[in-house]
């Protein structure tokens, strides 16, 4: 197993993305509940942390974070827009510290459909030039997109994209709108079907597996990336048995997740996936169970797919 737990550092940020589920509260992480978060992690035998918000990068204890989860043995990892990085300096400061691990957030290779979904003229730009420090700093970058309805039609696009650009890029993490929290609950345009990605994703990974390179897809349902469904964070952690703890700046504290099931339809119990299919990730009532339909691929693959995998 390779649990990774979550450390929200802040809960402010530089974006304003419209479909962010973790608004800002005012609330900031400091050192000594930091120091004792990052001790929790050791006593439980977790792998690493990631470093997320907000924008974790507005604060200044990431260094010093960063310093000590090092010390005690673990992996490091930030999860960022990557405003911030593509300033002179910061991204080598980071890796100096043991941060050497990133995930920047980037929804489109359009630069205008970017722009609108992260309510930041001038974010694009600062997300590729972020790409670019931390790749000539030493780091190892994966692109972040939230599958939504703006980009579903080119997630294929995206990913063709950003290899040219950064063949130091090997890894890819797409994750479903949550489409009944925070910003989404009022942007609805941000809104979409399962059918509408369907297509584009398959493409999207046929691409990255054919260059090499490796990709997680969460909160899609196993019927709609059946090819590789390895690749699902929910199945993988339902077959090794993994958790999650996400320590969070508002009211919902600590949250310990070991069950990575969610909504299923009555034709998912005729699904030879079913039992280690995550089904479909929805707190509020848009997307629709009709929408999920059985597969009849050899689940004991699949299996043996996730654990042979040496990540």
């Known amino acids: 197993m390779a649990n990774l737990g ?14 962010c589920s973790n608004p800002a509260t ?15 992690f050791v006593a439980r035998q977790y792998f ?18 960063t310093r000590y989860a090092v010390s005690r043995g673990l992996h490091v990892r930030m999860i960022t827009n990557g405003s911030r990085l593509a300033l002179p300096g910061l991204a080598e400061s980071y890796v100096a510290a043991g941060l050497t691990h990133f995930h920047v ?4 290779c359009r630069r205008a459909t970017q722009e609108l979904l992260s309510g930041v003229s001038g974010g694009f730009d600062l997300a590729m030039q972020a790409i670019q ?41 797409w994750n479903n709108l949550d489409p009944s929290m925070g ?26 597996h054919r260059v090499g390179c490796t990709f997680r897809v969460e909160r899609v349902p196993l019927c709609y990336m059946t090819e590789f469904a390895e690749s699902s964070t929910e199945t993988r952690k339902i077959v090794k048995g993994e958790e ?4 969070f700046l508002d009211e919902k504290g600590t949250v310990r997740q070991t069950d990575f099931r969610h909504a299923k339809a009555d034709v998912c119990t005729h699904c030879t996936l079913d039992d280690v299919c995550g089904g479909l990730f929805d707190r509020g009532d848009h997307y629709d169970p009709a929408e999920l339909y059985p597969v009849f691929v050899s689940k004991e693959e699949v299996v043996r797919k996730v654990l042979a995998d040496p990540d």
């Open 244 to 247: 999650r703890i996400v320590h």
């Open 105 to 108: 957030s980037v929804h489109s």
């Open 48 to 65: 690493g942390i990631i470093l997320t918000g907000g924008e974790p990068s507005l604060s200044d204890l990431i260094p010093d974070i």
């Open 183 to 208: 910003r989404a609950e009022t942007n609805r345009d941000t809104a979409h079907r399962l059918a509408d990605f369907e297509l584009s994703l398959a493409r999207a990974m046929r691409y990255l």
């Open 6 to 19: 979550y450390m929200q550092v802040v809960r402010h940020c530089n974006q304003h993305c419209r479909f």
């Open 26 to 40: 005012g609330w900031t992480l400091d050192l000594d509940t930091a120091r004792r978060e990052i001790d929790d």
């Open 133 to 173: 420090n931390l790749g000539r700093a030493g780091a190892t970058v994966d692109i972040n997109t939230v599958i939504n309805k703006m980009n579903a039609d080119h997630l294929h696009e995206n990913v063709r994209v950003f290899t040219r650009r950064f063949p130091f890029v090997r890894h890819f993490v």
